[in-house]
């Protein structure tokens, strides 16, 4: 554990200070060791080939120069893969969609171009790379499709599941929008493309697997959900669920695509089993393209408005992407009504099952696509009405959450509006498209909301109160680099009226208490939550021993007549009166008092509030008039996201969603030649995303808010809330220098010439 | 026939091949064919120089040869036999970090760490090299270097914090 943050105030609650993290000495030292890094003994390398064609069969795999060569272990393929899993359900994880997962080695079908359908074993890992490029295979290729555009009319409804529990479908229709539309006096229209996008984290997908014995593996995985991989490993391995343990005590990036197993941990768990060694496999960054990603997808809005500026009729549509294996979804047209308070409503959301892997959640899925249509098409009715952007937006102010006729559990939306444009110097906008330069520059100021849902799923923490009299808390949740370390080590140092260097807080591994895959936003409200009953729990236990010791002056105290500070419990009533954690143990023979404790949501009394996290972004870009060339000069994010459980780690998310703004407005791509069905541009240089010299100046603004409703520890959330409004205010930015609206990301400067 | 070329390097014989490493001298035997990024990684144990693209597109393996920033991925360990190399684990001296190190922390300049021991290294080389002095050429000679969780504007202030504290000494 590193060293404690200077500006950490031990005597003031640790939630709402800047503390750095905790972690940080480990990674600036490089001791800080991801899953590809243990280095363990008597190691195997795998290397995975991949299909080269889009659909088809395996007509032959000839694996004899490859094995010829000393040092070589094994090809696994289709015809040799041992009997695993028999149901399709066994290889469904905590994440997968309505369909049947892919089984990779199940028989010699190909489904999808990058497709893995080998793994070599070898003993060092240049040779295991080489010798893959010795296996001969040979297809028969059939037809396919993987045009979103061309097959748009195929689209159809999503098939239903669990996973829309989470990504519930559009609402229902209001009113008659078809009428309405036609009557506004303003309408504004759109068709809005946005292309495949890969998650890219800079760690490569890795898996090392040490074997223990029969059936018995610890597995060092990227991922975000270490028990998600454990149940998924023992399910389809035939294991025994204890003998299947997950460590990812550090994960090199993820932004949603760890959460799902990928096909690494498949092949490495295969091959440390059949093997009976320790196996590492690694993906290359070419084959970082061969697993989920986020869709394609095509959005058409029509808003109309009346004339006193109102909204009067929404219609969002959206057509995206999935494989023809599983129903992804997302929940792209469900947030207009969310924001807007229209009287007629029309949305559909349509799926086109295509010859490609399945897609995948990636930051923000659904809000950063949606919201880009929602605002821009907002945007250009403002300047039909020749209103104020931003005086458009608070003339249509949702007071309430009438897509589902529900108030919010909080909404400090106004205040983010406010604080941002002030901040950003809205008021020096000149309302006229290119109308604003600064030399051979266009210049252009834009805004936009941002919203995205709070949520909080059920997840367990252990407690312990040790012998040295201070605070162990553990949960199986992962840190993806969000700061879950240092900001659970802050709630649980406040829980326990502890100062944080008496916290350790121990994650990332299956073995601890359960926690659900890190993503959506919820990991603060779900784990905090968990970790707040379980410290509740540990009080009442420090309690009950206080009571047993002979003369107890707590005989009669209840658990709301003390309360924990400065590593004690003290009685209200009488200060005098107090037993430290220290004495606590040595009355229970110097013993560790532990609890573990479940935190649910409160369904019942949440099912009367939609709960958000919202946003405003103020962009500023400049375009060079004659050759096109978009800077995004200087932005501004206000967030209202709940309580800031600590500000520098929260800021740093936000950042990072401002800066995936602009790369989603304007850089990063996966581009397919559909007449081999393939991404063209599978590495990290032709594959853009922003370098330093792209980024300028960025502030963030946390808003005040407070949430007596949402959880027990009022927090919405900031993984996603950053990446929600800014794309399509860089989008209406755009706009307001130049006069043209580019409806497709990214936005390239060939578009503007 | 291309076969019997390329498999070559499979049979040919490791080097010997001596690297003074964060000051200590290594005496190692690695195929021609291993990276200096994979022979610090998987045969000296060094897993701090990360592999984020094995092909000089990232940044994440930068290291420090005989003072200049090289991508460690790009570079045969048998082509650098002799030389003295620093990874992110010699950075610091005597237990002390160096001040890149605790500006790093202090700015937040990571999220999930992964690029940053390159992106450290990299800075400590562009700052020796001495052509960068404002911000902007700061951002620009550190573009090699990328950040995929976007501690963008962190990293730059950690790096300036730092710049600028030598040109006040």
């Known amino acids: 554990m590193s060293t404690m943050e200077k500006n950490y105030k031990p005597e003031q609650p640790a939630v709402g200070q800047s503390i750095s993290r905790l972690e940080g000495y480990e990674k600036v030292t490089g001791a800080a060791r991801y899953a590809g890094e243990f280095n363990v003994s008597d190691l195997l390398y795998g290397y995975v080939i991949n299909s080269t064609i889009t659909k088809g069969k395996i007509i032959s795999i000839n694996t004899e120069k490859a094995e010829a060569i000393p040092g070589v272990v094994k090809v696994f393929h289709h015809k040799n893969r041992p009997s695993l899993a028999w149901f399709s359900m066994q290889y469904a994880d905590m994440d997968a969609p309505p369909g049947s997962p892919f089984q990779p080695l199940a028989d010699h079908k190909i489904k999808y171009n990058g497709q893995p359908i080998a793994l070599l074993v070898a003993e060092s890992f240049e040779l295991a790379r080489y010798a893959a490029t010795l296996v001969e295979i040979t297809y028969e290729q059939e037809d396919f499709k993987t045009d979103l555009i061309a097959n748009i009319t195929e689209a159809r409804a999503p098939k239903g599941g669990l996973a829309t529990f989470l990504k519930p479908p559009p609402p229902k229709p209001v009113g008659n929008f078809e009428k309405a539309y036609e009557n506004s006096p303003f309408q504004a229209s759109g068709k809005f493309v946005h292309g495949t996008e890969h998650h890219n984290p800079i760690e490569l997908f890795t898996t090392t697997t040490v074997y223990k014995g029969k059936g018995k593996v610890t597995i060092y995985d990227k991922t975000q959900g270490t028990v998600n991989c454990q149940l998924y490993v023992a399910n389809v391995f035939g294991l025994h669920f204890k003998d299947v343990r997950v460590i990812s005590p550090y994960v090199g990036g993820a932004f949603g695509s760890g959460l799902r197993p990928q096909y690494q941990l498949f092949f490495s768990v295969l091959a440390a089993l059949e093997l009976k060694r320790n196996v590492r496999v690694t993906l290359d960054r070419h084959q970082m393209f061969t697993f989920g990603h986020r869709p394609p997808t095509v959005q058409f809005t029509r808003f109309g408005a009346s004339a006193d500026g109102k909204v009067n009729a929404l219609n969002h549509e959206a057509i995206a992407e999935t494989s023809r294996f599983e129903d992804y979804t997302e929940v792209v047209v469900n947030w207009s009504h969310m924001l807007y308070p229209a009287k007629n409503t029309l949305f559909k959301y349509n799926l086109v099952p295509l010859d490609v892997f399945s897609p995948l959640d990636m930051r923000a899925p659904g809000g950063s696509t949606g919201l880009h249509a929602i605002e821009s098409t907002m945007d250009d009715l403002a300047y039909q009405m020749k209103i104020d952007p931003l005086e458009f937006r608070l003339i249509n102010y949702a007071e309430q959450d009438e897509s589902v006729g529900r108030p919010y559990s909080s909404k400090e939306l106004r205040q983010c509006y406010l604080q941002g444009a002030e901040q950003f110097g809205w008021n020096k906008r000149n309302p006229e498209p290119r109308s604003m330069r600064r030399g051979n520059k266009l210049v252009g100021y834009g805004m936009a909301t941002g919203i995205w849902e709070a949520m909080q799923l059920p997840a367990r923490a252990s407690a312990t109160i040790t012998t040295e009299g201070k605070l162990h808390v553990n949960s199986a949740v992962t840190d993806i680099g969000t700061g879950t370390l240092t900001v659970m080590s802050q709630i649980a140092a406040d829980e326990m009226g502890l100062h944080m260097d008496d916290v350790t807080f121990t994650y990332g591994d299956s073995k601890m208490a359960f926690a659900p895959i890190q993503g959506g936003s919820f990991t603060v409200s779900s784990v905090g939550s968990a970790i707040k009953a379980a410290c509740n729990a540990l009080k009442k236990k420090i309690l009950k021993k206080a009571k047993s010791i002979g003369n107890s002056p707590f005989k009669r105290v209840k658990i709301d007549e003390v309360i924990f500070a400065d590593r004690k419990m003290i009685s209200i009533d009488n200060p005098a009166v107090f037993i430290s954690y220290s004495d606590i143990i040595a009355a229970n023979g110097h013993k560790v008092i532990k609890s573990v404790n479940f935190a649910m949501p409160k369904v019942f009394k949440l099912k009367k509030y939609s709960r958000a996290a919202h946003s405003a972004a103020f962009v500023e870009v400049e375009v060079d008039e004659e050759l096109g060339i978009i800077n995004v000069t200087r932005a501004v994010t206000a967030v209202a996201a709940g309580k800031i459980i600590n500000p520098k780690t929260a800021r740093s998310q936000i950042l990072g969603g401002m800066i995936w703004s602009i790369s989603k407005a304007l850089r990063e791509e996966s581009i397919t030649d559909h007449r081999f069905g393939k991404y063209m541009n599978m590495n990290i240089a032709e594959y853009h995303i922003p370098v330093h010299a792209d980024i300028h100046d960025l502030q963030v603004i946390f808003v005040e808010e407070k949430d007596d409703i949402v959880n027990e520890l009022g927090t919405k959330g900031v993984g996603e809330i950053g990446l929600a409004a800014m794309p399509p205010a860089i989008a209406n930015a755009i706009f307001h220098a130049t006069g043209k609206r580019v409806n497709q990301f990214p936005i390239h400067f060939d578009t503007l010439m | ?169």
């Open chain 2, 1 to 169: 026939m291309i076969t019997e070329n390329i498999s070559t390097p499979v049979i040919s014989h490791k080097k010997k091949l001596s690297l003074t490493i964060n000051g200590e001298v290594k005496t190692l035997e690695v195929k021609p064919w291993v990276s200096l990024l994979d022979c610090l990684r998987e045969h000296l144990d060094l897993t701090g120089t990360k592999k984020g693209c094995d092909h000089g597109q990232c940044g994440a393996c930068t290291v420090i040869v005989d003072g200049k920033r090289i991508l460690s991925c790009l570079t045969l360990a048998v082509m650098k036999d002799g030389a003295s190399i620093t990874t992110i684990e010699g950075i610091g001296k005597d237990g002390e970090l160096h001040p890149l190190q605790k500006a790093f922390i202090d700015h937040d300049a990571f999220q999930c760490g992964y690029c940053t021991p390159g992106q450290i290294c990299s800075a400590i080389g562009m700052i020796a090299e001495g052509k960068a002095k404002t911000r902007t050429e700061v951002k620009e000679l550190m573009s090699g270097n990328l950040c995929r969780c976007g501690a963008n504007t962190n990293i730059i202030d950690a790096i300036m914090e730092v710049q600028e504290g030598l040109t006040n000494e």
